[in-house]
């Protein structure tokens, strides 16, 4: 364990458990000064095959600032760990801040997600399924669960099936690729759709969430945000859909200093702060 900080908040390098011999890695952005403060999960994308828990970096430190604890999460990857792997690394980092929130100063009750891209699709997975018995399979010392208060999601690949039928469409074999690394089969990839799942299950337990979304993002169909929220509302969950002109994918951790960047990272920390006040 290292550790690192300014005024506001301290930096924290831990290891939150293991998948078998595989560490599992995690950068911890703690406020100084204050206690009982909202945590999130931060969940990287990468196309299911790529990406470390620095992707966001450039959002953490403002986030953490403003008196709200971050866990950016390192999880295994494809093509050498598929499907539900990664989720159930995912999950274990959902508990392990869960549990470990009172030591850190956090309030536990007040734990939510951050994911972007192929990250929102693994972390809304554990969202819909927090107990599926595949996403739970790496053990905790502690009877958390992988619940959330409330999440916020960045261009999600909330319809895998769709996203990859689009890539091969236009050709885009590098995400063709990555989906099968990932899913193997289309099949998986229907079973693993939280569009697919939040469709025929109205029964959810869903938290408040906040969709963030850029319309000139290549990555996922021009629908695939409006659908999803739409689902999202049907099933009797609080989303909010923020849309962002001309931007692409990941068009935060692209260009931070950005004035949409700007005003999207401050619209994500002021919803964190109204789901906890």
């Known amino acids: 364990m290292s550790a690192s900080g300014n005024a506001a908040y301290e930096v924290t390098e831990i290891e939150f458990g293991r998948a078998g011999d595989v560490p599992l890695l995690a950068r911890l952005y703690s406020p100084k000064g204050v206690s009982g403060f909202p945590a999130i999960v931060d969940v990287h994308g990468g196309a299911w095959t ?24 390192e999880f295994r990857l494809a ?86 039928k689009m890539a091969k469409e236009t050709g885009n074999d590098r995400l063709v690729n990555n989906h099968q690394a990932y899913f193997g089969i289309e099949a998986v990839m229907l079973e693993a759709s939280p569009q697919h799942i939040i469709d025929g299950d109205l029964s959810l337990k869903l938290p408040p969430a906040l969709l963030i979304q850029g319309t000139k993002d290549a990555n996922v169909t021009p629908d695939m945000a409006d659908r999803f929220a739409a689902a999202y509302a049907k099933a009797g969950g609080k989303i909010v859909l923020k849309k962002f002109e001309g931007q692409p994918h990941a068009f935060i951790p692209q260009n931070p200093a950005a004035p949409a960047s700007v005003e999207a990272l401050g619209l994500i920390i002021d919803f964190i702060q109204g789901q906890t006040a």
């Open 50 to 73: 790529g990406g470390s828990r620095m992707d966001n970096a450039s959002m953490h430190p403002a986030i953490a600032a403003s008196g709200i604890m971050v866990l950016a999460l």
């Open 79 to 164: 093509p050498g760990t598929p499907y539900p792997g990664p989720v159930a690394d995912i999950n274990l980092g959902i508990r392990w801040l869960k549990a470990n929130a009172a030591r850190l100063g956090a309030d536990p009750e007040r734990v939510g997600g951050l994911g972007t891209s192929s990250g929102g699709h693994q972390l809304l997975l554990n969202v819909l399924r927090p107990h599926d018995p595949r996403y739970t399979a790496l053990p905790l010392a502690d009877d958390a669960d992988a619940s959330l208060a409330y999440l916020v999601v960045c261009w999600p690949i909330s319809d895998p099936v769709a996203r990859y």
